[in-house]
Each structure stands twice: as C-alpha cells, then as structure tokens.
C-alpha cells in the first residue's frame, strides 16, 4: 500500500476542510494510501514537518493557502530525496491552484492529489530561501502578511483591497539596480515581482497568457516610481486593464535577477514575508518540484503543450 502524509492547516480561509475532512480521507484511501494525519499547530510548522519527516512517503499532501503550500514545498526541497506534493487550497486567494488548474472544489482537488498525475514544475530560489510562484517588493506586497486572519476570512478578497488602499498615498519608494542576461538597470521603483504564475493577489491576467511553468524562466515586472498623480492614474490604468505600460513599467523574462539597493527593502515569498535585503539574488531551479495535477491539465502548463497546440493551430 502506498503512503502519504497529509498536512492541513486547521486555520486557513473559513475552514473549509474541517466538514470534509472525512470525505477527504476517504477519497485518499480509495486511492490506495495508507494516510498519515497532521493538522499544523503554529507558524511554520508545515515546513518543520516536510523538512523532519523520516518515514517513507510516496507523496506529501497540504491544505492551507499559499504560505502553507509555500512551507511544506520549502521543507520538500531541503530533503535530501524528494517525493511529490499535492496541494488542496483552501486559502483566500490560492494564486498558485489557480494557475495549474487545481479546483477550489476541495473534494475534485483531494481526488487530483491522490489519482493525478506528478508535473515538474519551476522553482524560485531567493538567496538561500525558496518560493513557489512569486517574490514581490513594494506596493501593497505586505498586504498579505499584514492584513488580519480574521479580517481574511470575514471579507475575503475584498480585505487585501481594503487594506491596500490604505497605503495608495504614502507610496514607499526603492531606488535599485537590476541585473539580469548581461543587462543592467537602474532607477526608482515602488513596486517589482518575480513570478511564475496566472494570477498575483487573485487576479488573472496581470503577467499574461503565455506563461508555462517549466521552461527555466521567470516572468518580472517593476513599476516605476510615478513622479505626480497623473502617472499613478496611468500606472492604476494599466493594472486594471492588465497591461503593461512601457512608459512607466519594465517586463521581461529571465531565469536569474540580482537585485541590489542602498537600504534593505522587505520582500514577500508566496504572500509570507521573506525578510528585508539590500542584495537579492533569483534564481529559477528549473523543473525543480513535482507536484500533483490533472493529466489533462499537463499540456495547458508546459512548454513542449505549448508548442503541440502552435502545431495543431497550423
């Protein structure tokens, strides 16, 4: 019999596992696991667990948001061998689920978890920490971290836009240089992410349509600093309309950034804060962790699905 443990996070979004959890673990059974039950108990705990366990699991499974999958995927590549994870999102936003198709059915995400099929995905590696879709600095990035539990789960989404708002009119800004592919720029900037994802902050769109999970390469956007309120209009403009506005915005990709600024700036991994730098070096492990999705899925998130969908388009 196959064996997995199940990590959950008892706290994440409304709740919405406790009711299920039966239904859950007897899908995983059905399955044909032997299933190990671990509710986490405090910050970080997911991680201590993937990175400490000694028993010989054929795949890890978390419920929680998109900090908790953030833990347990940092503790799976910290091991020395490594198996895969599935991931039942039951967070507020669930950026990362959204992107590989993953169901916000919880019971559809538990049967892609035990019956589908391993994809190997990219990985970021931000200096000696990890990240699985996205490291952010700047505008509105400490939103998740700092907005209450509480709040999250009375309002939702609507609570990160509230609490954003707060910040419009007292816009930090970082003058930085950047590095990457043998080019350098430099200037000031309220806000950059590094992402490998659909979806930031539960909006779709924002980085494009073409990104693939597996190709070694990140996707980065930076805004500049705007220097009156019309070009903060714009730069609103350009967001809502998921654009990217040359006259105030950078966009590229690169599977390695360095980021190097005067003071240290604080940055977000997955929505967890990440600490402040004043050097930050990215760099994408590609194909680095191999987590569970539907096999239909698979050829919507990689690039050889890519290139067989030109080939049936001419």
């Not at 989404?157 to 930090?172: C, D, M, Q, S, W």
């Amino acid at each position: 019999m196959k064996k997995m443990l199940f990590i959950y996070n008892p706290n994440a979004g409304t709740g919405l596992l406790k009711p299920k959890l039966s239904d859950v673990l007897d899908i995983f059974v059905k399955g044909g696991y032997e299933v190990t039950v671990y509710p986490t108990q405090r910050y970080h705990d997911a991680y201590a667990k993937t990175a400490s366990y000694r028993e010989d699991y054929d795949v890890v499974v978390c419920s929680g948001g998109d900090g908790t999958l953030d833990e347990v995927v940092t503790g799976m590549l910290t091991r020395e061998t490594q198996v895969p994870v599935g991931y039942i999102p039951t967070g507020t936003t669930n950026d990362f689920a959204n992107s590989l198709h993953i169901s916000k059915d919880i019971l559809e995400a538990a049967n892609t978890a035990a019956n589908g099929v391993p994809f190997s995905c990219d990985v970021g590696i931000f200096n000696d920490d990890f990240f699985v879709y996205i490291a952010a600095f700047g505008l509105f990035t400490d939103v998740s971290y700092e907005t209450k539990q509480s709040m999250k789960n009375v309002l939702g989404h609507l609570a990160y836009v509230l609490e954003g708002t707060k910040r419009i009119f007292n816009i930090p800004s970082y003058h930085i240089r950047v590095t990457h592919d043998g080019e350098e720029l430099e200037g000031e900037f309220v806000f950059g992410m590094v992402t490998n994802s659909r979806s930031v902050g539960g909006f779709k769109g924002i980085i494009g349509k073409d990104v693939v999970f597996d190709d070694g390469e990140f996707e980065v956007t930076l805004i500049k600093t705007p220097q009156n309120p019309i070009e903060l209009n714009e730069i609103i403009a350009a967001l809502v309309l998921k654009q990217i506005d040359s006259k105030h915005m950078y966009s590229f990709r690169s599977g390695y950034i360095c980021f190097e600024s005067v003071e240290e700036i604080p940055w977000t991994l997955d929505g967890e804060f990440g600490g402040g730098h004043d050097e930050v070096v990215i760099r994408n492990k590609k194909q680095g962790l191999r987590i569970m999705v539907a096999e239909k899925s698979i050829r919507r998130l990689s690039v050889k699905g890519q290139i067989e969908n030109a080939l049936e388009v001419k």
